[in-house]
């Protein structure tokens, strides 16, 4: 069993950055992929971003390449996501999953763990 708690979500002006996290609970942690998903209201939950149990792989949607970063920090049992140049575009829950034996970590139905999720809010 895995549990997962988001934090770090705010409001922040367009362009400007913040940082994520997603902090696991459990030994097996480390063998855990964990992907980053967002959901704006009234619209399904789409994936963002993901990174492999040790670190070594990471995927980004298109929208996120070169703005957003997804690092992980094992003996921490964190998951980070830098999400800088935001746009109006980006406001949603945001929210981290965890999963393993997955044939891809673009779905949302192949994680098995879920946190409570994060608000991210984009002012002008």
């Known amino acids: 069993q895995v549990q997962l708690v988001e934090s770090g979500g705010g409001m922040v002006q367009a362009g400007g950055s913040l940082r994520l996290s997603c902090v696991g609970s459990?030994?097996?942690?480390?063998?855990?992929?964990v992907g980053w998903f967002r959901q704006a209201p009234g619209q399904e939950r789409v994936f963002v971003a993901a990174i492999s149990g040790s670190g070594a792989a990471t995927y980004y949607a298109e929208s996120v390449k070169g703005r957003f970063t997804i690092s992980r920090d094992n003996a921490k049992a964190t998951v980070y996501l830098q999400m800088n140049s935001l746009k109006f575009e980006d406001a949603a829950d945001y929210y981290c999953?965890?999963?393993?034996?997955?044939?891809?970590?673009?779905?949302?139905?192949?994680?098995?763990?879920w946190g409570q999720g994060t608000q991210v809010t984009v002012s002008s």
């Open positions: 999953a965890g999963g393993n034996r997955m044939s891809t970590v673009l779905d949302v139905a192949q994680y098995d763990y």
């Open positions: 459990g030994r097996t942690f480390r063998n855990y992929a």
